[in-house]
């Protein structure tokens, strides 16, 4: 059966916000978030906050959001992730994937 022909896939793209707290500044996490994002064909952008936070937003299939959302709770080789806070959002439809 293909993915097209498959009632279980979902081919609506979604948006999912999420706040990363951590050792999450200063270990090249946006870039790897920006990375991983290519990688599955996502969208969307990713910051540095005052509080010590990294925000990325992600938008595009549903599967490949959750991939990068995956790799966002775990981080790159130097961070250290205590907990990621989720929410879904509207989808803009970004474009790219910006580090802002």
């Given amino acids: 059966m293909s ?4 009632p279980r896939v979902n081919h609506s793209p979604t948006r999912l916000r999420l ?3 951590g050792r999450v500044q200063g270990v090249w996490f946006r870039d790897s978030v920006r990375r991983a994002a290519a990688e599955h064909g996502v969208n969307g952008w990713a910051e540095n906050l005052p509080d010590g936070s990294v925000q990325a937003v992600l938008e595009g299939a549903p599967e490949q959001v959750q991939a990068v959302a995956a790799f966002c709770r775990r981080g790159p080789r130097h961070a250290r992730v205590d907990h990621v806070d ?3 959002e509207p989808v803009e439809r970004l474009q790219g994937f910006e580090i802002r």
């Fill in 19 to 21: 706040s990363i707290h």
């Fill in 3 to 6: 993915a097209s022909s498959n």
């Fill in 86 to 88: 989720e929410r879904e």
